[in-house]
């Protein structure tokens, strides 16, 4: 399971850094990724990153996100930077096996390759 933690109210200009919790045998054998999800709108891609620490962004939120992992690699982690009340959302984790080819830098990030997923976090934006 992937369990989700860190979102909360923020101030347009603030920053957020958001968590995900699994055990230690998930991260090295999955690329992992955030989504996130409005009400009555389409859950969107906003960052992945692969087992050798490549990291992809989705338009809208690069030079402002940053996604990490520890180097336990146990935790990993969404720093939001510069948040507009346009990224107000529930975030969620997710993970694909990494023998996916949907895991592939080159690739869309897609919601629907991805099979493991935590509860989300909501986070809320104010203007």
């Known amino acids: 399971q992937l369990v989700e933690s860190g979102g909360g109210s923020v101030q347009a200009g603030g920053s957020l850094r958001l968590s995900c919790a699994h055990s230690g045998y998930m991260y090295s054998r999955h690329c992992m990724a955030w989504f996130r999800q409005n009400p009555g709108k389409e859950r969107e891609g906003v960052a992945r990153i692969n087992r050798d620490g490549t990291t992809s962004y989705a338009d809208s939120v690069k030079g402002r996100f940053i996604i990490s992992k520890d180097s336990a690699e146990t935790s990993l982690y969404l720093d939001m930077n510069s948040l507009k009340p346009e990224d107000t959302g529930m975030y969620y984790c997710?993970?694909?096996?990494?023998?996916?080819?949907?895991?592939?830098?080159?690739?869309?990030?897609?919601?629907?390759?991805?099979?493991?997923w935590g509860q989300g976090t909501q986070v809320t934006v104010s203007s």
């Open positions: 997710a993970a694909l096996p990494t023998s996916n080819s949907w895991c592939d830098d080159s690739q869309p990030l897609l919601v629907h390759p991805y099979n493991y």
